[in-house]
Protein backbone atom coordinates (compact mmCIF):
# COMPACT_ATOMS: atom_id res chain seq x y z
CA UNK A 1 0.00 0.00 0.00
CA UNK A 2 1.73 3.34 -1.25
CA UNK A 3 1.21 5.80 2.49
CA UNK A 4 0.52 9.63 1.24
CA UNK A 5 4.21 11.67 1.03
CA UNK A 6 4.43 15.66 0.38
CA UNK A 7 5.97 16.50 -2.66
CA UNK A 8 4.64 19.66 -3.64
CA UNK A 9 3.49 22.89 -1.96
CA UNK A 10 2.09 26.20 -2.62
CA UNK A 11 0.89 27.83 -0.16
CA UNK A 12 0.11 31.65 0.05
CA UNK A 13 0.86 32.73 3.49
CA UNK A 14 0.06 36.32 5.37
CA UNK A 15 2.80 38.44 4.56
CA UNK A 16 4.41 35.81 1.83
CA UNK A 17 6.99 37.55 0.01
CA UNK A 18 8.28 35.27 -2.09
CA UNK A 19 8.71 31.36 -2.49
CA UNK A 20 11.81 29.00 -3.52
CA UNK A 21 11.52 25.38 -4.48
CA UNK A 22 14.85 23.23 -3.82
CA UNK A 23 15.73 20.10 -4.86
CA UNK A 24 13.83 18.60 -1.45
CA UNK A 25 12.90 21.61 0.88
CA UNK A 26 10.49 24.57 -0.05
CA UNK A 27 10.98 28.05 1.34
CA UNK A 28 8.85 30.48 2.43
CA UNK A 29 10.21 33.73 2.65
CA UNK A 30 7.73 35.87 5.09
CA UNK A 31 7.33 39.65 6.49
CA UNK A 32 9.29 40.57 9.43
CA UNK A 33 12.82 38.61 8.13
CA UNK A 34 11.21 35.03 8.46
CA UNK A 35 11.64 31.98 6.68
CA UNK A 36 9.34 29.13 6.76
CA UNK A 37 11.05 25.86 5.90
CA UNK A 38 9.39 23.09 5.14
CA UNK A 39 10.82 20.07 5.09
CA UNK A 40 9.44 17.67 2.38
CA UNK A 41 9.30 14.13 1.28
CA UNK A 42 11.23 14.81 -1.89
CA UNK A 43 14.34 12.59 -2.18
CA UNK A 44 17.38 13.29 -4.27
CA UNK A 45 20.47 11.81 -5.71
CA UNK A 46 23.47 12.66 -7.94
CA UNK A 47 21.65 15.95 -8.14
CA UNK A 48 18.12 14.43 -9.21
CA UNK A 49 15.16 14.85 -7.48
CA UNK A 50 13.50 11.41 -8.09
CA UNK A 51 10.04 10.85 -9.12
CA UNK A 52 8.91 9.05 -5.69
CA UNK A 53 8.53 10.57 -2.20
CA UNK A 54 10.19 8.63 1.14
CA UNK A 55 6.95 8.34 3.85
CA UNK A 56 8.06 10.37 6.98
CA UNK A 57 11.39 12.10 5.43
CA UNK A 58 10.64 15.09 5.67
CA UNK A 59 9.57 14.56 9.56
CA UNK A 60 12.64 13.05 10.00
CA UNK A 61 15.27 15.27 8.51
CA UNK A 62 13.39 18.32 9.94
CA UNK A 63 13.14 16.84 13.76
CA UNK A 64 16.93 16.00 13.81
CA UNK A 65 18.31 19.06 12.29
CA UNK A 66 16.36 20.63 14.97
CA UNK A 67 17.56 18.89 17.70
CA UNK A 68 21.17 19.27 16.84
CA UNK A 69 20.70 23.36 16.32
CA UNK A 70 19.29 23.13 19.85
CA UNK A 71 22.08 21.14 20.40
CA UNK A 72 24.99 23.03 19.05
CA UNK A 73 23.51 27.03 19.45
CA UNK A 74 26.53 27.46 22.36
CA UNK A 75 28.70 27.62 19.21
CA UNK A 76 27.55 29.51 16.85
CA UNK A 77 24.08 31.41 16.12
CA UNK A 78 21.46 30.03 14.23
CA UNK A 79 18.35 30.28 12.16
CA UNK A 80 16.01 28.53 14.43
CA UNK A 81 13.26 30.00 16.04
CA UNK A 82 10.76 27.59 16.07
CA UNK A 83 9.68 24.34 14.64
CA UNK A 84 5.13 24.97 14.54
CA UNK A 85 5.15 21.47 12.68
CA UNK A 86 7.09 18.17 12.34
CA UNK A 87 7.86 19.22 8.99
CA UNK A 88 8.71 22.68 9.55
CA UNK A 89 10.91 24.89 10.75
CA UNK A 90 10.93 29.18 11.14
CA UNK A 91 13.51 30.57 11.58
CA UNK A 92 15.92 34.16 10.54
CA UNK A 93 16.01 35.24 7.00
CA UNK A 94 19.92 35.11 6.29
CA UNK A 95 22.33 36.03 3.45
CA UNK A 96 23.85 32.60 2.68
CA UNK A 97 27.52 32.48 1.71
CA UNK A 98 28.05 30.83 -1.53
CA UNK A 99 29.92 28.19 -0.46
CA UNK A 100 29.03 25.04 1.75
CA UNK A 101 31.43 23.97 4.49
CA UNK A 102 32.26 20.48 3.79
CA UNK A 103 34.36 18.63 6.42
CA UNK A 104 35.43 14.83 6.18
CA UNK A 105 36.55 12.81 9.13
CA UNK A 106 37.15 9.92 7.14
CA UNK A 107 38.05 9.19 3.41
CA UNK A 108 35.01 7.63 1.54
CA UNK A 109 31.98 8.91 -1.06
CA UNK A 110 32.93 10.66 -3.82
CA UNK A 111 36.37 11.79 -1.95
CA UNK A 112 37.17 8.10 -1.51
CA UNK A 113 35.82 7.53 -5.40
CA UNK A 114 38.25 10.29 -6.51
CA UNK A 115 41.71 9.08 -4.45
CA UNK A 116 41.50 5.57 -6.32
CA UNK A 117 41.58 7.20 -9.31
CA UNK A 118 45.15 8.85 -8.74
CA UNK A 119 43.60 12.23 -7.44
CA UNK A 120 46.11 13.25 -4.48
CA UNK A 121 44.88 16.33 -4.18
CA UNK A 122 41.24 17.70 -3.04
CA UNK A 123 40.16 21.18 -3.04
CA UNK A 124 44.01 22.08 -2.53
CA UNK A 125 44.29 20.19 0.15
CA UNK A 126 47.45 17.63 -0.17
CA UNK A 127 46.34 13.44 0.56
CA UNK A 128 49.30 11.21 0.97
CA UNK A 129 49.96 7.95 -0.60
CA UNK A 130 48.60 4.76 0.85
CA UNK A 131 45.53 5.65 2.12
CA UNK A 132 42.31 2.94 2.35
CA UNK A 133 38.69 3.69 2.02
CA UNK A 134 36.83 4.50 5.19
CA UNK A 135 40.95 5.29 6.73
CA UNK A 136 40.42 7.56 9.28
CA UNK A 137 42.22 11.18 8.90
CA UNK A 138 44.46 12.22 10.99
CA UNK A 139 42.76 15.75 11.46
CA UNK A 140 38.81 16.20 9.54
CA UNK A 141 39.62 18.16 6.26
CA UNK A 142 37.68 21.05 5.23
CA UNK A 143 36.22 20.27 1.50
CA UNK A 144 33.82 22.92 0.53
CA UNK A 145 32.20 23.40 -2.52
CA UNK A 146 31.02 26.08 -4.34
CA UNK A 147 27.00 26.17 -3.86
CA UNK A 148 24.96 25.72 -7.50
CA UNK A 149 21.81 27.33 -7.62
CA UNK A 150 21.00 24.09 -10.32
CA UNK A 151 23.01 21.37 -11.01
CA UNK A 152 25.86 19.90 -9.85
CA UNK A 153 28.05 21.44 -6.49
CA UNK A 154 31.78 21.86 -7.35
CA UNK A 155 34.77 21.32 -5.27
CA UNK A 156 36.81 24.55 -4.59
CA UNK A 157 40.11 25.48 -2.19
CA UNK A 158 39.77 27.81 0.13
CA UNK A 159 42.75 29.70 -1.49
CA UNK A 160 40.55 30.28 -4.61
CA UNK A 161 37.45 30.78 -2.30
CA UNK A 162 39.34 34.40 -0.89
CA UNK A 163 41.05 35.21 -4.38
CA UNK A 164 37.41 34.85 -6.18
CA UNK A 165 36.05 37.47 -3.44
CA UNK A 166 32.91 34.47 -3.02
CA UNK A 167 33.69 34.84 0.96
CA UNK A 168 36.04 37.56 2.70
CA UNK A 169 39.23 35.96 4.08
CA UNK A 170 38.11 37.34 7.52
CA UNK A 171 34.84 35.51 7.22
CA UNK A 172 36.24 32.79 5.95
CA UNK A 173 38.44 31.76 9.09
CA UNK A 174 35.44 32.37 11.26
CA UNK A 175 33.33 29.58 8.91
CA UNK A 176 36.58 27.19 8.94
CA UNK A 177 36.20 28.20 13.25
CA UNK A 178 32.63 27.10 13.73
CA UNK A 179 32.98 23.70 11.04
CA UNK A 180 35.58 22.58 13.09
CA UNK A 181 33.37 23.09 16.21
CA UNK A 182 30.65 21.41 15.13
CA UNK A 183 32.14 18.59 13.40
CA UNK A 184 33.60 18.20 17.05
CA UNK A 185 30.11 18.79 18.94
CA UNK A 186 28.35 15.73 16.30
CA UNK A 187 31.50 13.42 16.57
CA UNK A 188 30.75 13.53 20.41
CA UNK A 189 27.13 13.58 19.86
CA UNK A 190 27.56 10.22 17.45
CA UNK A 191 29.87 8.77 19.62
CA UNK A 192 27.24 8.81 22.72
CA UNK A 193 25.12 6.89 20.50
CA UNK A 194 27.39 4.39 18.96
CA UNK A 195 27.97 5.94 15.53
CA UNK A 196 30.94 7.48 13.63
CA UNK A 197 30.20 10.61 12.12
CA UNK A 198 32.07 10.40 8.87
CA UNK A 199 31.25 13.25 7.13
CA UNK A 200 28.49 16.13 6.55
CA UNK A 201 28.25 19.63 5.83
CA UNK A 202 27.41 23.16 7.34
CA UNK A 203 25.83 26.35 5.54
CA UNK A 204 26.00 29.51 6.75
CA UNK A 205 24.71 33.11 6.14
CA UNK A 206 24.75 36.53 7.76
CA UNK A 207 21.94 38.86 9.09
CA UNK A 208 22.85 42.09 10.18
CA UNK A 209 26.53 42.00 10.28
CA UNK A 210 26.20 38.33 12.36
CA UNK A 211 26.87 35.01 11.12
CA UNK A 212 24.39 32.24 11.67
CA UNK A 213 23.83 28.50 11.22
CA UNK A 214 21.58 28.19 8.31
CA UNK A 215 19.23 25.18 7.11
CA UNK A 216 19.72 21.54 8.40
CA UNK A 217 22.61 20.11 10.28
CA UNK A 218 23.55 16.17 10.78
CA UNK A 219 20.72 14.87 8.94
CA UNK A 220 20.97 11.61 6.74
CA UNK A 221 21.16 13.81 3.74
CA UNK A 222 23.77 16.05 4.88
CA UNK A 223 25.67 13.63 6.96
CA UNK A 224 27.24 10.06 6.45
CA UNK A 225 27.52 8.06 9.28
CA UNK A 226 29.11 4.57 10.02
CA UNK A 227 27.86 2.23 12.78
CA UNK A 228 31.25 2.18 15.67
CA UNK A 229 30.86 -1.24 16.73
CA UNK A 230 32.30 -3.55 14.20
CA UNK A 231 34.05 -0.47 12.16
CA UNK A 232 37.48 -1.72 12.74
CA UNK A 233 37.13 -5.57 12.04
CA UNK A 234 35.42 -4.45 8.36
CA UNK A 235 38.22 -1.68 7.94
CA UNK A 236 40.95 -4.24 8.76
CA UNK A 237 39.12 -6.98 6.63
CA UNK A 238 38.60 -3.94 3.68
CA UNK A 239 34.61 -4.68 4.03
CA UNK A 240 31.73 -2.12 3.14
CA UNK A 241 30.72 -0.23 6.59
CA UNK A 242 27.54 -0.64 8.35
CA UNK A 243 26.17 3.13 7.71
CA UNK A 244 23.20 5.30 8.09
CA UNK A 245 23.25 7.78 5.10
CA UNK A 246 21.69 8.40 2.07
CA UNK A 247 24.77 6.62 0.34
CA UNK A 248 22.49 3.22 0.33
CA UNK A 249 19.92 4.98 -2.15
CA UNK A 250 23.43 6.18 -4.47
CA UNK A 251 24.10 2.73 -4.32
CA UNK A 252 21.06 0.92 -5.27
CA UNK A 253 20.92 3.64 -8.19
CA UNK A 254 23.93 2.97 -9.46
CA UNK A 255 23.37 -0.91 -8.97
CA UNK A 256 20.27 0.14 -11.39
CA UNK A 257 22.62 1.40 -13.74
CA UNK A 258 21.95 5.32 -12.79
CA UNK A 259 24.13 8.13 -12.06
CA UNK A 260 22.52 11.37 -13.15
CA UNK A 261 24.23 11.21 -16.56
CA UNK A 262 22.30 11.73 -19.32
CA UNK A 263 20.26 9.57 -21.34
CA UNK A 264 19.83 7.34 -18.32
CA UNK A 265 16.67 5.77 -16.61
CA UNK A 266 15.57 6.08 -13.21
CA UNK A 267 14.96 2.43 -11.66
CA UNK A 268 10.96 1.75 -10.64
CA UNK A 269 10.69 3.04 -7.05
CA UNK A 270 7.72 0.95 -6.17
CA UNK A 271 5.80 1.21 -3.36
CA UNK A 272 7.97 -1.58 -1.33
CA UNK A 273 11.11 0.06 -1.95
CA UNK A 274 10.05 3.48 -0.99
CA UNK A 275 9.04 1.93 2.35
CA UNK A 276 12.21 0.25 3.41
CA UNK A 277 13.69 3.74 2.37
CA UNK A 278 11.83 5.30 4.70
CA UNK A 279 12.69 2.34 7.34
CA UNK A 280 16.06 3.43 6.90
CA UNK A 281 15.39 7.24 7.82
CA UNK A 282 13.98 5.95 10.77
CA UNK A 283 15.92 3.69 11.70
CA UNK A 284 18.52 6.79 11.34
CA UNK A 285 16.42 9.05 13.65
CA UNK A 286 16.19 6.98 16.40
CA UNK A 287 19.89 6.16 16.77
CA UNK A 288 20.93 9.79 16.12
CA UNK A 289 18.21 11.09 18.83
CA UNK A 290 18.16 7.76 20.87
CA UNK A 291 14.40 8.62 20.89
CA UNK A 292 11.60 6.24 19.56
CA UNK A 293 10.08 7.74 16.57
CA UNK A 294 6.76 9.51 16.67
CA UNK A 295 5.15 8.67 13.47
CA UNK A 296 2.70 11.59 12.80
CA UNK A 297 -0.87 11.37 11.01
CA UNK A 298 0.01 11.32 6.55
CA UNK A 299 -3.96 12.10 5.66
CA UNK A 300 -4.27 15.73 5.01
CA UNK A 301 -0.58 16.28 5.48
CA UNK A 302 -0.72 19.66 2.91
CA UNK A 303 -3.53 21.21 5.14
CA UNK A 304 -2.28 20.24 8.72
CA UNK A 305 0.99 22.23 7.68
CA UNK A 306 -0.85 25.40 6.20
CA UNK A 307 -2.81 24.94 9.55
CA UNK A 308 0.38 25.32 11.75
CA UNK A 309 2.50 27.91 10.23
CA UNK A 310 -0.44 30.58 10.13
CA UNK A 311 -1.19 29.82 13.56
CA UNK A 312 2.16 30.73 14.26
CA UNK A 313 2.14 33.62 12.32
CA UNK A 314 -0.48 34.72 14.07
CA UNK A 315 1.08 33.88 17.33
CA UNK A 316 4.29 35.78 16.03
CA UNK A 317 2.72 39.19 15.66
Not at 7 to 32: A, C, I
Amino acid sequence: MKLETLLHTDYHFPGQQSVYHGKVRDVYFLEGDLVAMIATDRISAFDVVLPEGIPYKGQVLNQIAAGQLDATADIVPNWKIATPDPMVTVGHCCEPFKVEMVIRGYITGSAWRAYSEGERTICGIKLPEGLRENQRFDRPIITPTTKADEGHDENISREEIIRQGIVSEEDYTLLEQYTQALFARGTELAREKGLILVDTKYEFGKKDGKIYLIDEIHTPDSSRYFYADGFEERFEKGEPQRQLSKEFVRRWLTDNGFMGREGEQIPEMTPEYCKSVSDRYIELYEKVTGKPFERTELSNLSERIEKNIVRFLEQHK
